[in-house]
């Protein structure tokens, strides 16, 4: 099958959440992205949606058909993959959201996650490789010693290395605290690793000349659980102190994983120091400092997820709203009994628009979610110093808000996929058009990076009652003014009251897991239900922005001529708002409803009654 | 890999529906199931689970890897499906529910439909080539003529011939009635049949030596529309009068399919009559008959379908089970501060219960519905001629529960693998499980068969009204006479309140589309929520089968000691229904809500506006 590129995007779409909701002009040609005007900003996200398609796209499928290939315990990258890469690092995508005190580009999170979200959107599991790589650089250069980050930085910020995250073990998955694997310090402060690890994304291949593994270890005599675990550069070969390469360091690939998707991204089993003769060094200069490290960073590796769900669940649904448009079958509703009554395309039957717009409005409100928090993101890092109440609230709102956006996103991502292909049908079930793949590539979104419930924990246990529930109280005031605002809106007044009362449900709710966490026996109703509330919040911030998109574009609207191209775009906002508002946000109510019955049945029934 | 069974299944369940629900012993050993007693009956179960523990489990995953070939215009099926094939046919698992006087055993449906449960669970992909085949034969068995019965049924009995249905076209696809293939009569009475299908289940293999399509075909100068289509035996091979083969048939293989799941089965397309060599016969006498036909049999392969979901659906379960009974993960929720706190199973965990429950519940109470709609159907046969009313009330629900059973089955199929996979976390996502495999199979349920939305559109718009209303009547009352009978009870007293409420909501919508039917501006509210009103019916249903076990298991377990076995079984009947009424049954009125605000959204919003 020739390469075919079947990414689809919507460049109209990205500017308006970025400049008429975000409106990041604000931000823009001041510290600390003085560097980045609105014309520089739209640039590259033209120059990166023509990678996309040009680039990223067309290897996407074959990747996937391809898969990486473990030969002499070396694993090969799909065709193609290292040419993209090269082009990816020359290109500079992979620096826009550093600081620039960092060898970055100092461009604004929201601005460097769009670039993300068309990076994975166009070829997820190629995006992988360069994703981990980031983290473990930003890693570096948040907590290495000078020299450290001297050695790894440039080669990582230019490709010529790449890196990898190695938590997960056998024995420890979610429980990263059991982590098993040791290290043991040499004289001269090097530090013996040995251990095994699971699960690690781009854990080898042929894209970089070295892959620098960031790995979480035990030093001998340090406490148990997360508290005595450390991060230790070890790269698969050593680098001497010029930089140039030395031996290699006995990191074996002990397996590669047979997915179902992400066949293009190598998921590695590796063994590290199974000949006794693997290097590492501690990341700073100070022992058990491991979790916290890796915590830095989470918020950043979690809002990427997000970003990979809402890229893919995007152009599912731009492909589904294609094949609707082109696709005939049957008459109209109208005339369904009339064998004479000719074909309409299946985008006119009242089904079909459902689904589409149904995923409409979950991905432009999942999108303006996420890039909510990138903005809020972007505001602490101006107002620091200057206003450090609002840069406290920003950072707050980036807290709340990051758990909802790894989880929704993810879930609903591979809903969104499911709900593509039973627009496209028959169709849909084949690898001729690319849901397939979606759907199989997002799958492992809801478990990565922390499972949805590791987040919905997070949200419900350490989230909302964050500096005394102020943030959870500011994201809730948010939304009361928006309604205080907008509740006698003519077209969407009625959505705005839907809104009010899921914004009440949320706070009842949070106000019972209050309760809970204060009473001994009804503490386990607190994990029993905290992926409801995470849905439940994720709704009501879903259809906040959807309608605040709503009012916005209907402002624009009125300003421009009847015939202006801009009009169905901007009427397509106040439809995905309204449907969220009538048919999901109701929802939330409901579900309120249900954490208020404090069901047991699923605490209560014993093991042996499971079946 | 070596080849492993994977498979899953509870005799124990499988004897509680059709013995202690559905009381299955009060239909055996009278007409028309005189020859079957219960001990009958249980020996083809346990014989069935054998075979497909052996023989058919071990198939699944190697078949899933290896997929189907074409070479040289044939297609060749997996390694072992031949001699799977050959023992299935011997064993006569495919007579069984053909009635006595048609060459069968005549067992009831509730129980061959067990057995074919059994079969698509163990081996979704195979089971697809027997099903077909007996949808064809029991076609020809219905319609055709006595010479045809006798040329054809007894090589597709005994598996020396298969079948298929060829409907799909490329341009008629939901659209039955755009068919484009043609039959041209000849002299001899036989018809030249030219043109291609596409989506042909079982198109081609090498397990049998002949196969025998049913081709949906227009007969020149026939009238437009489904009603001038005639259905034809086209076998692969000229099969001559005295039953042995001939000259092949001008059909080919134009294309295997390349699919996201069931790649042991070979999805093709179909040319006849290329070479205007391909003849068909008429089934039957009388042309333009065709669709009503296909139809009849249409009940059963729908049931079918369902039955394939709940099989796919219940082995994820058990496996997901198994896994949280072996996998440690992380302390108990009391102590997860406390880094020497000894790791428990993830079975322990209130989410990952919360999950088991959830799935255990939709499984079982699927599974219920399904075998209630077969038992439906058991009665209406042994009640003919006896009593008729109540043999027409039985054959009432059987229509009423079909697209229930089709639809919710497939869709919750899906999802139930989805949460299968979160259970497992990262394992979950490998092929070392073969939930990654069900979840792929499964996705085509929904779409095969008639699409989810059309069984829909047939609940709303045609079995809600059948016999004027009295089929929906009898089930409303069914559950009515359920709340009055048990709302007072100690322990599931609440949770039939909640039944009742979800049992009031649906006659209510069931009421505002009657008002829609009747409204031409209000018409179009019927198809955008046909879909939901089908969810709501399902979900009452499951919700009073649950109950009802519930009820059934209470009562035996107060007739056993404490220590019996059977007690943790039966108790895990009590919290399946009490989970699914405290989580899933209020969602009903919820729905109905939904449905009583009319949203027009997705009918308004203007084609251009949606992207």
């Known amino acids: 099958m020739a ?146 980050k001297q050695r ?38 090097t530090y013996s690793i040995s251990g095994g690890k699971m699960f690690i994304t781009a854990g080898d291949h042929d894209l970089a000349e070295n892959v620098v593994h960031l790995v979480l270890a035990r030093v001998d005599g340090a406490p148990a659980g997360t508290k005595g675990l450390s991060l230790f550069i070890v790269p698969k070969i050593r680098v001497r102190a010029d930089g140039s390469l030395g031996e290699p360091n006995d990191v074996q690939v002990a397996r590669l994983e047979e997915k179902m998707g992400l066949h293009g991204s190598a998921t590695c089993q590796l063994a590290f120091g199974d000949d006794g003769k693997c290097l590492g060094e501690l990341v700073g200069t100070q022992e058990n400092l491991g979790m916290p490290q890796m915590f830095k960073l989470m918020n950043f590796a979690r809002l990427l997820v997000g970003l ?4 893919i669940a ?12 082109e696709r005939k079958q049957g008459p109209d509703f109208k005339r369904f009994k009339d064998p004479s009554a000719p074909k309409v395309t299946i985008v006119q039957h009242a089904d079909v628009r459902r689904m589409l717009l149904d995923m409409k409005a979950r991905v432009e409100g999942i999108r303006a979610m996420i890039l909510t928090l990138a903005a809020h993101h972007d505001r602490a890092l101006a107002l620091a110093g200057q206003d450090d109440a609002k840069a406290a609230y920003h950072q707050g709102q980036v807290e709340l808000l990051t758990p909802l956006v790894k989880s929704y996103s993810s879930d609903q991502a591979f809903q969104i996929c499911a709900t593509a292909i039973q627009v496209l049908g028959g169709a849909g079930y084949t690898a001729d058009h690319p849901i397939d793949q979606y759907l199989r590539d997002s799958k492992v979104f809801s478990i990565y990076e922390g499972t949805n419930h590791i987040q919905a924990m997070d949200l419900v246990g350490r989230k909302l009652g964050l500096a005394g529930g102020a943030h959870l109280k500011s994201f809730l005031t948010d939304i009361a003014t928006f309604v205080a605002r907008h509740q006698n809106h003519p077209a969407l007044g009625e959505a705005v009251g839907s809104l009010a009362r899921a914004q009440e449900a949320v706070a009842g709710s949070a106000k019972t897991f209050l309760g809970w966490s204060q009473s001994p026996e009804k503490a386990e109703l607190i994990p029993a239900n905290a992926n409801r509330f995470l849905d439940m919040m994720s709704e009501l911030t879903v259809g906040w922005l959807l309608l605040d998109q709503a009012v916005i574009a209907g402002e624009a609207a009125a300003k421009l001529g009847a015939e202006h191209p801009d009009q169905a775009f901007y009427a397509g906002k106040k ?32 093991d042996a009654a499971l079946g």
């Open 3 to 148: 390469a075919i590129n079947r990414y689809r995007l919507s460049l109209r779409e990205l500017q308006f959440v970025l400049f008429e909701q975000l409106k990041l002009n604000e931000l823009l040609g001041k510290p600390p992205f003085d560097a980045w005007g609105e014309e520089e900003a739209l640039s590259v996200l033209k120059q990166t949606a023509r990678y996309a398609q040009e680039v990223l796209g067309p290897l996407s499928g074959s990747g996937d058909r391809e898969g990486c290939r473990l030969e002499g315990g070396k694993v090969q990258a799909p065709k193609g993959f290292k040419d993209a890469w090269k082009g990816l690092y020359e290109a500079g995508f992979k620096t826009l959201g550093i600081p620039v005190d960092e060898g970055g580009q100092g461009a604004p999170r929201a601005l460097s996650s769009v670039v993300e979200e068309i990076l994975a959107g166009a070829n997820t599991a190629f995006a992988m490789y360069p994703g981990l790589s980031a983290g473990a650089a930003e890693t570096i250069a948040h907590f290495g010693t000078p020299e450290q």
């Open 308 to 311: 990979q769900g809402v890229a």
């Open 152 to 189: 790894y930085l440039e080669p990582m910020y230019s490709g010529r290395f790449s890196g990898t995250m190695c938590l997960t073990e056998a024995e420890a998955g979610s429980d990263v605290g059991a982590c098993r694997t040791r290290a043991t310090k040499n004289p001269d402060g």
């Open 575 to 606: 439809y995905a708002a309204l449907y969220f508002a009538r048919n999901v946000l109701p929802t939330v109510a409901d579900k309120a409803r249900l954490v208020a019955g404090e069901d047991r049945s699923a605490i209560e029934v014993p």
């Open 314 to 325: 995007s152009s599912a649904y731009l492909n589904a709203l294609e094949y609707a448009r």
